[in-house]
C-alpha cells in the first residue's frame, strides 16, 4: 500500500513538474501590426500570458494532450484554436477586428437614433422634453433635425418633401395607426403617446429597413422601456391641466399607467386667440404598460392607451360672413402586444399585434360627418445571427383596415362610404460586415394589397464605408410604395399605390461629444394621385397619374465640448421639390415645403440656479399660395417664418421641477399662407386673408412632483 | 477495499493541489495589482474565470479592474468596450453568486463610469438605476461598510448637485470605520475601503 501511494505520488509530481511545454509566438492584427498586451492563454488553465510591445508572447505548460489556445484583445475577435499541446510550440496568430465596436462603421443613411444605446446619438433622451419649443411633444423635437419641414399649423412630421401622412409611426415594431390627437384646420397636433413611456427611438427620414414599408417618406420607431427602475407616483400640474402615473414592480413584472386632462378653457380666458371657442379645446388620455419577463428570459409587453379629445370652435373666414364652425369629438383606442424570446443557437423570435379603434364626430357648419376606423396589425419576425459579421433576418405581416364613413348634409342627403384596406406582407433581410471598415445590408420587401389588387417588390440595400477614424461615408436605395390615403380610398376603388425611390448619400464626422454630418438625396415619385374639382369629394375623378420629385441637401452640427455647459445643435435643409398631384393643374411646390429650413437649439445648465435655460430658434423660408389675381398656379411665396422659442427647468429640490416657456416669444407674425374670397370685388379684385397663426405667444408653466422611496427620481424626464 | 483508498486518497491529494492551485493563481494576480500591472492581473483573473467556474470572485475582480481603469477615458469607443467587457465578468459573477450585494454596488460603480463620461447621455437612465441599486445593495448586507460608504459617497454627490448639506450622510461614512476594523472576510475577498472611507471623512470635516 504504501509502495502504491508513493508510486501515485511519484506520477504525481511528474504530471506537474517534469513534462513542461513552451508556448510561444506572435500576435498581430490583420494588416500585421504587432498587439500588445493580448492575453494568450489555454482555456480552462492558469497557464497564459501578455504580448510584449512585438506582439511576442510565451509561456510554459504541464497540460497535455488536445488543449485549446485562445488569444483574446478587447476590440478583436477572440482566436481559438483546439489541437496537440505540442503544436503550439510556435504560434502566429492574426486577431481578427471585432466589428461589434463604437467605432466601427454603422449604416445609417438616411436615420437618426435617440438613446443610449446608438452610437452616434444626434438626439438625447433628454432632448424631447428640455428642446424649447417641443413642449414634450416627440415630433416637436424631431422638427429639430435635418429632413424635416417647420409646419407650426400641423404639427405633424414632414419629412422631405413628403406630407404628413407619408411618415408612420411604430411602437416596438407595431405600427400605429392614428399617432396624432386630431385637430381642426390650422390648431397643431401633438403625438397621442408621452414621451417617458419610451427609451429610445428611430427617426429615418429615408432608405429604412425592409422591415418597414407603407410609408413614403419617413418613420418613426419607438420602443418602450423594458423593466422600469423603480417604484413612483407622478404629480403634474400645468397652466393647461393635470396629469398623474404610477408605476408597480412586483417579482418579474412591472406596470406603469400615466394619465392627463388638458382643458384649454382657462388659458384661452387668460390669453384669447382669434378664434370664438364655443367648447374649448379638452382631451382627457391613459396610457398603460404592463410588463413581464417570463421564466426563459422572454419579454412580454402589453401598452394600452386610451384617448378622447372634444371641441367646437369658429374660425374667421374670408368667404363666410359669420365664421366657418368645426366641431370635432374622437375617441381613439389603441392596444399593443409584444413578445421577444431569444432561441438557441443565435435564433430570436419577437411580434405581436396592434389594434386601433378611432371614431370621429364632426360638424363641418351644419353638416355632420361620424366615422369609424378598425385597424389591425401582426408581425412576426424571426432574426438568426450567424456570426457578428453576418445575422438575418426577416418575417411576415399583416394589415386589416375597415372605414366606414356616414356624411349628412343640412339639405338632408346622406352619403355612405366605406372600404377595406387589407395589406400582406413579407421581409427579408442581411446585414453584412466586410470588415470593420465596410459593412452592408440589404433587403426586400414584398406585398400584396387586396384593395388595390397589386403585388409590389421593394429592394433596400444600404452600404457605408468608414474613410477615417472619426469619419464615414454611407449610401442608401431603396423602392417604397404606400396605399392611398383614406381620404381618396373611401370615395374611390380603381387606384394602385403610390410609390417612390430613395438614393441617399452621407457623409459623418463623430469626435467627442461633435458630430458633424451631411446628406444629400434625391427621391422620384410616381402613380401619385390626382383627382378633380375643389377638394376630394364623391363625385371627383381619381386616377394615379401625378408624379413629383424631391431633392435637397441637409447639414446638422452638434457640440457639447467646446463651449462649458452649453450644448447646442444646427440644422439646416434644402429642399427643392414639386409635385403633380391632388387636383393641381401642373406640376408645383406644395405649400407645406419650405426650400429652406433651419433650426438651432441651445442649452446652458446654470449651476448655481440649478435651472437649465433653452433657447431654439426656427426659421423657414417663403411657403407657396396661390394668388388669384395675377395667373398661374401656387405662383407667390409668403414672406419667411421666424420663430424664437425660451424654456426654463427649476429643480427645486431632488423630486420637485418648476418649467416655464414660452413660444414665440418675439411675437413674430407668421404667415403660412393666404385664403382668397371665391368672388372678385368691384374693383375686380379677389380679396384675401392671411392664414397666421392662432395665437403669436404661447406661455406653459407647470409643476411637476415625483414620489418614490428613495426620493431621488425626478420628472426632468418628462417635461 | 485497498483499491478505494487509493481511489480517494488520489482523489484528496488531486483536490488539495488543485485548491492551492487557485489559491496560488490569485495571489499571483493581486501580486501583479499590486505592483500595477493591471493588465497582466486582469489577464490572469480572466485566465482563473475561466478555469474555476465555481468561484464568483475572479470574475468580479476582472470586471472591477476595467471598471476603475476605465475612469478619465476620452475616447468612447475604447471605453465602451472595456466597460462592455466589465458587464460580460460581472454578469458571470452574479450568476454564479447571485444577490451578492459586493457585485450589486459594482454593477453600480460600473454605471457611474458611464455617467462620468457623458452625463447628459447616460445620467437620466442610469442615476436612477444606480438609486434602486444602492436600495437593493443596502437591504441585503445593512452592515457592509462598502456598501453604506458607496451608497453614502453617491448620495452625497446628488447632495452636493442641488446645493444640499451632505452632512447625514457623514454620519454614515462614520459608521463604517468600526465595521471595517473588525470585519472578518474570507480569503481574496474585497476589503478595501477603509483608507477612502477616511478621506471621505476628511472633506465632511472641512464644511
Same mark, same amino acid.
Given at each position: ?28 492584427d ?52 483546439? *489541437? ?11 486577431l ?23 452610437r ?8 424631447? #422634453? ?7 411633444? #416627440? ?17 405633424? &412630421? ?22 396624432? &390627437? ?46 422600469? *427602475?423603480q ?12 396629469? #398623474? ?30 378664434n ?58 389603441y ?12 435564433w ?25 376606423e ?73 406585398e ?25 461615408f ?57 383627382y ?43 429642399? *427643392? ?22 433650426? #438651432? ?29 395675377i395667373?398661374?398656379? &401656387? ?15 427649476y ?69 | ?48 474565470t ?10 468580479y ?38 444577490? /451578492? ?12 463610469a458611464y ?27 445593512? /452592515? ?30 462614520q ?10 472576510l ?8 477603509? /483608507? ?12
Open positions: 500500500m504504501k509502495q502504491l501511494f508513493s508510486l501515485f505520488t511519484f506520477l504525481l509530481m511528474s504530471i506537474y513538474s517534469f513534462s513542461q511545454v513552451t508556448i510561444k509566438g506572435k500576435i498581430t490583420a494588416k500585421g501590426n504587432p498587439i500588445e498586451g493580448a492575453n494568450i492563454y489555454l482555456d480552462g488553465t492558469y497557464d497564459g500570458a501578455s504580448s510584449n510591445a512585438d506582439g511576442n508572447f510565451s509561456f510554459s505548460t504541464s497540460e497535455k494532450g488536445a488543449q485549446t489556445l485562445i488569444a483574446s484583445f478587447i476590440s478583436f475577435e477572440n482566436f481559438v484554436k483546439t *489541437d496537440n499541446v505540442e503544436n503550439f510550440k510556435t504560434l502566429v496568430i492574426k481578427r477586428e471585432d466589428v461589434n465596436t463604437l467605432d466601427a462603421v454603422v449604416i445609417n443613411a438616411g436615420s437618426f437614433d435617440a438613446g443610449e444605446k446608438s452616434a446619438v444626434a438626439l438625447k433622451p433628454l432632448d424631447i #422634453v428640455t428642446t424649447a419649443n417641443a413642449l414634450g411633444d #416627440v415630433a416637436g423635437a424631431l422638427q429639430t433635425l435635418p429632413g424635416t419641414s417647420a409646419n407650426e399649423e400641423d404639427g405633424r &412630421l414632414f419629412v422631405r418633401g413628403g406630407d404628413a401622412e407619408e411618415t408612420q409611426v411604430f411602437i416596438d415594431g407595431i405600427r400605429v395607426f392614428s399617432p396624432f &390627437l386630431p385637430t381642426g384646420n390650422n390648431l397643431p397636433t401633438r403625438g397621442r403617446f408621452s414621451p417617458f413611456l419610451f427609451k429610445g427611438m428611430t427617426f429615418s427620414t429615408g432608405g429604412y429597413s425592409a422591415e418597414y414599408g407603407q410609408a413614403l417618406s419617413g418613420i418613426l420607431a419607438l420602443n418602450t422601456i423594458n423593466e422600469p *427602475d417604484e413612483k407616483t407622478d404629480l403634474q400640474f400645468m397652466t393647461v391641466g393635470l396629469g #398623474v402615473g404610477n408605476t408597480q414592480i412586483w417579482g418579474k413584472n412591472s406596470f406603469s399607467i400615466n394619465t392627463s386632462y388638458i382643458n384649454l378653457a382657462p388659458y384661452q380666458w387668460a390669453f384669447p386667440d382669434k370664438n371657442w364655443l367648447k374649448p379645446y379638452e382631451t382627457g388620455s391613459g396610457e398603460m404598460v404592463f410588463r413581464h419577463r417570463t421564466k426563459n428570459d422572454g419579454l412580454l409587453k402589453l401598452y394600452g392607451a386610451y384617448s378622447y379629445t372634444n371641441f367646437d370652435l369658429i374660425q374667421e373666414d374670408i368667404n363666410f360672413d359669420n365664421g366657418f364652425r368645426f366641431a370635432l369629438k374622437n375617441n381613439n383606442i392596444f399593443n402586444g409584444s413578445y421577444k424570446q431569444r432561441l438557441n443557437n443565435g430570436s423570435i419577437s411580434g405581436g399585434l396592434g389594434y386601433t379603434h378611432d371614431n370621429s364626430k364632426i360638424n363641418i357648419q351644419e353638416d355632420r360627418i361620424t366615422n369609424a378598425n385597424s389591425a396589425h401582426f408581425k412576426v419576425k424571426l432574426k438568426k445571427r450567424f456570426s457578428s459579421r453576418l445575422k438575418l433576418s426577416f418575417g411576415s405581416e399583416y394589415f386589416i383596415t375597415n372605414f366606414n364613413e356616414d356624411f349628412h348634409q343640412i339639405s338632408g342627403n346622406s352619403f355612405n362610404n366605406k372600404f377595406d384596406n387589407n395589406i400582406f406582407a413579407s421581409f427579408a433581410e442581411t446585414d453584412f460586415f466586410f470588415s470593420k471598415k465596410l459593412a452592408a445590408k440589404a433587403g426586400i420587401r414584398l400584396n394589397s387586396e384593395i388595390t389588387n397589386e403585388f409590389t417588390i421593394s429592394p433596400r440595400l444600404s452600404l457605408a464605408y468608414k474613410s477615417g477614424k472619426n469619419s464615414q454611407s449610401f442608401a436605395y431603396g423602392r417604397f410604395y404606400q396605399n392611398p390615403k383614406n381620404d381618396y380610398l373611401k370615395f374611390a376603388d380603381n387606384l394602385t399605390s403610390e410609390n417612390t425611390s430613395h438614393y441617399i448619400l452621407n457623409y459623418q464626422y463623430v469626435k467627442d461629444k461633435q458630430i458633424f454630418r451631411t446628406e444629400a438625396f434625391y427621391k422620384p415619385y410616381n402613380n401619385l394621385v390626382k378633380d374639382g375643389a377638394f376630394a369629394s364623391p363625385l371627383s375623378n381619381y386616377n394615379n397619374s401625378g408624379s413629383g420629385f424631391a431633392k435637397g441637401l441637409e447639414v446638422f452640427w452638434r457640440d457639447g465640448k467646446n463651449i462649458k455647459n452649453i450644448e447646442y445643435w444646427t440644422s439646416y435643409s434644402y429642399l *427643392d421639390t414639386e409635385r403633380d398631384y391632388k387636383n393641381y393643374p401642373t406640376s408645383a411646390r406644395p405649400n407645406f415645403a419650405s426650400k429652406h429650413n433651419l433650426s #438651432v437649439v441651445g442649452k446652458y445648465w446654470l449651476e448655481s440656479w440649478k435651472t437649465q435655460l433653452g433657447i431654439s430658434y426656427s426659421f423657414a423660408s417663403g411657403r407657396t399660395y396661390t394668388n388669384p389675381n395667373g398661374g398656379f &401656387l405662383n407667390q411665396e409668403t414672406k419667411n417664418y421666424n420663430s424664437v422659442s425660451i424654456n426654463a427647468a429643480l427645486i429640490s431632488q423630486q420637485k421641477i418648476l418649467y416655464f416657456s414660452v413660444n414665440n416669444v418675439l411675437g413674430t407674425q407668421n404667415v403660412f399662407g393666404y385664403n382668397y374670397k371665391n368672388q372678385p370685388n368691384t374693383n375686380g379684385v379677389f380679396d384675401r386673408q392671411a392664414i397666421t397663426p392662432n395665437a403669436n405667444r404661447f406661455f406653459f408653466i407647470g409643476f411637476f412632483w415625483t414620489i418614490s422611496d428613495n426620493k431621488k427620481d425626478n420628472q426632468l424626464n418628462n417635461l | 477495499m485497498k483499491k478505494n483508498i487509493t481511489f480517494f486518497t488520489l482523489l484528496v491529494v488531486l483536490t488539495i493541489s488543485a485548491q492551492s492551485k487557485y489559491e496560488t493563481g490569485m495571489q499571483k494576480a493581486f501580486d501583479l495589482w499590486k505592483n500595477n500591472k493591471t493588465t497582466e492581473a486582469s489577464q490572469l483573473f480572466e485566465r482563473i475561466n478555469a474555476k467556474k465555481t468561484e464568483w470572485l475572479p470574475p475582480y476582472v470586471a472591477t479592474i476595467e471598471i476603475i481603469t476605465s475612469f478619465g477615458l476620452k475616447d468612447g469607443a475604447i471605453l465602451d468596450n472595456k466597460l462592455k467587457k466589465a458587464q460580460q465578468f460581472l454578469d458571470k459573477a452574479s450568476t454564479i453568486s447571485p444577490n /451578492n450585494p459586493e457585485i450589486t454596488i459594482t454593477q453600480a460603480l460600473l454605471n457611474t455617467i462620468a463620461f457623458d452625463g447628459q447621455k447616460y445620467g437620466m437612465t442610469l442615476s436612477v438605476k444606480n438609486n434602486s441599486l444602492y436600495q437593493e445593495a443596502l437591504k441585503m448586507a445593512p /452592515n457592509n461598510p462598502r456598501v453604506i460608504l458607496s451608497k453614502a459617497e453617491w448620495d452625497m454627490g446628488s447632495a452636493q448637485f442641488f446645493g444640499q448639506s451632505i452632512e447625514p450622510y457623514c454620519k454614515d461614512v459608521k463604517t470605520i468600526p465595521l471595517f476594523e473588525k470585519e472578518k474570507p480569503q481574496f475577498y474585497p476589503s478595501n475601503g477603509i /483608507n477612502r472611507a477616511k478621506e471621505v471623512l476628511k472633506k465632511c470635516k472641512k464644511q
